[in-house]
């Protein structure tokens, strides 16, 4: 926008050195004001028709000769005041997004209302901002980043509030009314990256993503990014998908170079814990608004840059109300240097207990409730969350039972916190458990009764049960407890007894489920008999899998006919032979919980 005195021609202003400015005139100078490093030459009449602030200075000045004002706090410094100066000469000025804020602050700093003037400084720059910058996209960002070295005079005098609540509303209109240009690298959907195919001869045009302006806010400082979101969110027009791609956005782009050596001073790391903690806080309810990786990548920095404990717990609960979603890779979180495991287990609790948690409270319907939100309460707490959850922890667990160091009373706690009902199968743990007994074979005899306690025998497969009878690294009393199940779901089924869909049937409902609660009982001389002549039968053709120091002969499951025949797998005659023995020697109340029993695998 273009400002000139109309009726004469101005003068010029120009640069002498750097640091001194002077106007063109056959007048002689009668004032110098001094701002900041840069010394203007210039003459009162002009500043003092159009400025209420330089009539004061100068009128307080006791300079009686050539008068000099020091003016060092003006917003926008020497170049907004040249600005400011020029127009008063009635020379041309030329404003746009980027000086167009500061030019206002030091136009309200030289106090150049109308009533000193009509048409002044202050009024024309007004009716450009509300006719053209607030109105253009790219203007106003390009504005609300200048904003930031103009505070206090630019909140105060509400720039900063009518800049974002304009790139709000333009954020939170219907993309099909999207007319202005914008910047968009994210990945689209086909229909968005080209044109859609013919139509009837018609080619449709390219339609506007939902999320096409999270790129172009990228670069706004964290402060007025926040201001943004907020005020997006209050509008209630944008769904919080958007809202999660538009943090994980800005997340890359301030934090991609987090841990990777980059920070090198304390202000860096406050600047980084600064963002984190506002994206933290920025972050949708709403389950699915963002990916569970984004939110560990979060939780990761979050431990890197100390961030804080209150951020911490906010994580926590949000990755909890996500955590049905995430992978076993975003749970392997490493520790800090310095400390001695490999992946931080106690993290991994605070966040299945946060799960827990949400879904016992969501699960207790209020005394208010209707029908119908007791059955979305219910809904909210579905096996199959549950289910869902116990599955990768018991990948977890199999992954972290790699690393030496992993106390095992971490590993039982970690697994104790799912409950039995969320296991429907106890092969994964079964996995985890033979993977931590054969990287820790030093674990006392304590230690291995907790760690196997966590197994229920009838929830294992035919494939683990046949593994784990081979299994030298399981106690003994394991093995015969699991042989002693696999007998009775093979004596059902021949009786007809079984339930459909798998179950195991109500015959053995009498039969203790847990091997801990079972530990130091021992079979009668009856069913040690029996168990001589039990054959454990896997399917034809079927896989079968031994531990490391097992000696079970393979076969491949056919005749010469080529016929598939059935695998059996007899219970180890010398763990047999050892426990018959054992059993002969403490008599027929061997049951007690005082008779010991073998429980190391034989060489």
């Known amino acids: 926008m273009k400002f ?64 000099e004002i020091h003016i060092p706090d003006i917003p926008g410094g020497p170049a907004a005041f040249e600005i400011c100066v020029k127009f008063c000469y009635g020379m041309t ?17 030289l106090e150049m209302h109308e009533t000193v003037e009509k048409g002044n400084l202050i009024y024309k720059i007004e009716v450009l901002l509300s006719s053209s ?4 996209w790219k203007d106003s960002i390009i504005a609300l980043r200048t904003m930031k070295s103009l505070l206090p005079w630019s909140e105060d005098l509400k720039l900063v509030s009518n800049c974002i609540d304009s790139i709000a509303s333009k954020a939170s209109v219907n993309p099909s009314k999207v007319e202005w240009s914008y910047t968009y690298n994210q990945k689209k959907v086909p229909s968005e990256n080209s044109l859609d195919p013919l139509w009837n001869g018609i080619v449709k045009e390219q339609s506007v993503p939902m999320d096409w302006w999270v790129e172009d806010l990228c670069d706004l400082e964290i402060d007025f990014y926040k201001k943004i979101i907020v005020a997006i969110k209050a509008k209630r027009r944008v769904s919080s ?19 990777t050596g980059s920070m090198n001073s304390a202000i860096d790391a406050a600047k980084y814990q600064s963002i984190l903690q506002t994206i933290i806080w920025l972050l949708p309810a709403e389950k699915g608004s963002v990916s569970c990786r984004f939110l560990f990548k979060l939780l990761g920095a979050i431990i890197l840059i100390d961030g804080g404990e209150r951020s911490m717990k906010e994580l926590i609960k949000q990755i909890g109300h996500h955590l049905e979603y995430a992978s076993v890779s975003d749970l392997l979180i490493p520790v800090m240097p310095g400390q001695n495991a490999i992946y931080d287990i106690d993290t991994v609790m605070s966040i299945v207990k946060e799960f827990l948690m949400q879904h016992s409270i969501a699960s207790q319907p209020s005394p208010n409730d209707t029908e119908e939100t007791e059955t979305m309460n219910l809904a909210l707490v579905s096996d199959g969350s549950k289910m869902a959850v116990a599955k990768l922890i018991d990948g977890y667990l199999a992954e972290v039972a790699k690393d030496p160091n992993l106390l095992c009373s971490k590993f039982t706690d970690l697994a104790a916190l799912i409950s039995s009902k969320s296991r429907p199968v106890h092969d994964g743990l079964y996995h985890a458990i033979d993977i931590y007994l054969k990287e820790h074979p030093s674990l006392s005899k304590s230690e291995k009764k907790k760690l196997c306690g966590l197994l229920d025998c009838k929830k294992l497969s035919a494939e683990t049960c046949i593994h784990a009878v081979q299994n030298e690294r399981l106690p003994l009393r394991l093995v015969v407890q699991i042989l002693f199940f696999e007998q009775m779901r093979a004596s059902s089924a021949c009786s007809g007894r079984a339930e459909s869909g798998g179950s195991y049937g109500s015959s053995r409902s009498g039969i203790t489920t847990n091997a801990e609660d079972a530990w130091d009982g021992m079979p ?43 695998k059996d797998i007899k219970m180890p005659r010398k763990m047999l032979g050892e426990l018959l023995s054992s059993k002969r020697q403490t008599g027929e109340n061997s049951s007690s919980s005082n008779t010991s029993v073998s429980e190391e695998p034989h060489n």
């Open 4 to 67: 000139m005195k109309l009726g004469s021609k101005p003068d010029s202003f120009q640069s002498k050195g750097q640091n001194i400015r002077f106007v063109q005139s056959e007048l002689e100078i009668d004032i110098i004001v001094k701002v900041g490093d840069v010394i203007f030459h210039l003459h009162k009449f002009p500043l003092l028709s159009k400025s209420s602030r330089m009539q004061k200075l100068v009128t307080t000045n006791n300079d009686d000769n050539l008068g």
């Open 93 to 109: 000025v030329i404003l746009n997004a980027y000086n167009v804020v500061s030019a206002r602050c030091a136009a309200e700093y």
């Open 133 to 136: 910058i607030f109105h253009a």
């Open 241 to 259: 998908e958007v809202i999660g791609e538009a943090l994980k956005a800005y997340t890359f782009r301030w934090l991609s170079n987090l841990g």
């Open 524 to 566: 009668t001389a009856d069913v040690l008999g029996s168990f001589k002549s039990t054959k454990l039968t896997h399917g034809n053709g079927g896989s079968q899998r031994n531990s490391g120091s097992s000696d079970t002969t393979k076969s491949d499951g056919h005749d010469k006919s080529g016929n598939a025949k059935a």
